[in-house]
Each structure stands twice: as structure tokens, then as C-alpha cells.
């Protein structure tokens, strides 16, 4: 593991001054973010990461922000529920699967954070994220062709995932009552398609590989560095000083095993885990998050 020297961090930071992208790159702090789009979008020419769709536009970026409406009854929530909890309130789906996912959570940096702890999900399924394909009726698992968002808050079905059915499912869910004035929408399929000779729809789903965390006064980041559960490693840029005022961080990687062993655990049993009484750094990966990184591997061969 290396660094990159401090110096050529700063000489990075001049020549984005120089070409106009900031005239505060060299003396301020900046937020991730805003960092790394100049990176991607000006420095690496990349495409966009995320291509979503809204109101039948499709809008381009290379990070998404989770907003939560005033009605939601999250409390511990996983980074699974706070992605669909926030695409269903503004309406959005996804035009096509993402090959990388940078999701920034509903908190302001150091000053506000809505949750105290986030649960991290380690795979984030998007099937039901994206506006065209096939999907699976959520009740029976047969070819779905109806949503219905009224039921997406609906206390009889669970907190994760899109309600969606077929229509036979559809026709005995919304008999009921309670349900029979939900307004529902057709999902979209791709032209003549048929569930003939497949016995259960692919899913996409996306592996996270790196947390960026800020509690104090600057970021630290969780990185995923091996398929073990805790193959883990927390940096931290300004670990330790040298030389006062005029001298410079000292930066640190270091082993966290600790972060699998609570990963590891039953979700109500995480649940119950005092944050001050995690150990070794953990604390940082459940209460401090700020963005969560996620790829999906089988698009990182051609993508």
C-alpha cells in the first residue's frame, strides 16, 4: 500500500486553480463530491455514471444524492431502503444498470446526519430500480407487469423493494379493501418477451467496495480489498502531525477485521450495538457515512 506524496496532492490542486475549475482548490476544503466529478467529467473525460430517468427525461450525473420525504418511517436503515425509499418519493428510475454507484447519504456533512446509524448493505439490488426490463412478481415470482406505489409504504409487506405483480397477484392484493383505490402503472418489457425456458429472472446487483466517512474535521475511507468478509482496510489522510502549524499529516492504513465481524451479524443484532462500544473503527463505517461506493463486477470487464 502507498500514498501519494502531499506534494503532488497540492500540485494536483494548483493545476485544477490554474485551468479555472475552482479558485479555492488550493486553500479550502472540498467536499467529495465535487471532487471527484471535476476528476471524472474534466480530468478523465469518463461518461456519466448514472443515467436516470424522470419524468420520461433522462438526466446524466456521476453521483447520486438520497433524499428522504417527511413521511418515511425509516429508522435503522439499510443503504438498500434509503436508495428505494428516495427513488420512490421523486419518482425516478434508473435508464440503464449502473457499472459504478456513488451514493452520498441524507446528511450535510459534519453539521447534520438524519440517521445515527446507517446499516451498510453489502449487495445492492437494482433490479426493480430500472425503468425497462423484465422483473418478477414479488408475491408468486412469475413475470410481473404491474407496480403499484401505494403499496410501496403499505405496513403489510416489508420495507425493501418495489411492490410489484402479476396480474393475477395484483387482482388479489388490491381486492382487499384498503387497496382497491390504488392507482397502479404498467411496467415496461422488452418487446415480445416471454418467460419460456428461464425459471427465474436475472437480478443486478452491485458489490460495495469502498465507505467514505467524516465525523470531525476530514474524511476517512473504508476500502474492500479481498473477497473475505474482513478483507477490509480504513485509511486516514490525517491520521497524525508533524512539525505544529507549518508542519504536515502524517496518513495511515490499517487493517480492520472488525468491520466484517459486525457486517457478519444478524441485522437485529447489529441493531443492538452501542456505537461507543464498537471496536476498533467500526464505529465510523455504521454512524459516520457519508457516501457509499458501490460496481457491479460482471460490467467491469467491458465497462
Known amino acids: ?20 475549475y475552482c479558485h ?36 446524466e450525473s456521476y453521483c447520486y444524492q438520497i433524499f428522504l420525504d417527511q413521511n418515511h418511517s425509516l429508522v435503522l436503515p439499510t443503504v438498500q431502503q434509503l436508495l ?12 440503464e444498470s449502473p457499472s459504478c454507484l456513488i451514493l452520498q447519504m441524507p446528511r450535510f456533512g459534519k453539521k447534520f446526519k438524519m440517521f445515527d446509524k446507517i446499516i451498510p448493505s453489502l449487495v445492492l439490488d437494482v433490479t426493480d430500480l430500472l425503468s425497462e426490463g423484465p422483473q418478477e412478481c414479488m408475491l408468486c415470482g412469475n413475470l410481473a407487469h404491474i407496480e403499484c406505489r401505494a403499496c410501496f409504504k403499505d405496513a403489510v409487506f416489508s420495507q425493501t423493494g418495489f411492490k ?20 397502479l402503472s404498467r411496467l415496461e418489457l422488452p418487446k415480445d418477451f416471454t418467460m419460456a425456458g428461464a ?9 460495495l467496495f469502498a465507505v467514505l466517512c467524516i465525523e470531525t474535521s476530514h474524511y476517512v475511507s473504508f476500502v474492500k480489498h479481498g473477497p473475505a468478509s474482513k478483507d477490509w482496510i480504513f485509511f486516514d489522510s490525517m491520521s497524525d502531525r ?3 502549524l507549518d508542519g504536515h499529516n502524517i ?49 467491469s470487464l467491458y465497462r
Open 242 to 244: 508533524e512539525g505544529g
Open 164 to 183: 410489484i405483480f402479476c396480474k393475477t397477484c395484483s387482482d388479489q392484493v388490491h381486492s382487499h379493501p384498503n387497496r382497491q383505490a390504488h392507482p
Open 84 to 95: 428505494e425509499h428516495s427513488f420512490h418519493s421523486a419518482r425516478l428510475k434508473l435508464a
Open 251 to 299: 496518513p495511515q492504513v490499517q487493517a480492520c477485521p472488525e468491520v466484517g465481524d459486525y457486517l457478519d451479524m444478524p441485522l437485529a443484532e447489529l441493531a443492538n450495538q452501542v456505537p461507543r462500544d464498537m471496536k476498533g473503527v467500526a464505529k465510523r463505517l455504521f454512524c459516520d457515512a457519508y457516501m457509499y461506493l458501490y460496481q457491479n463486477t460482471a460490467q
Open 24 to 59: 479555492t482548490f488550493t486553500t479550502d476544503e472540498k467536499d467529495p463530491e465535487e471532487f471527484l466529478t471535476i476528476i471524472m467529467q474534466h480530468i478523465m473525460a469518463l461518461e456519466p455514471l448514472l443515467k436516470i430517468s424522470a419524468g420520461g427525461m433522462v438526466q
Open 1 to 20: 500500500m502507498g500514498f501519494v506524496d502531499r506534494k503532488h496532492i497540492m500540485k494536483l490542486r494548483e493545476q485544477l486553480l490554474d485551468h479555472g
Open 199 to 207: 425459471s427465474k429472472l436475472a437480478r443486478e446487483k452491485m458489490e
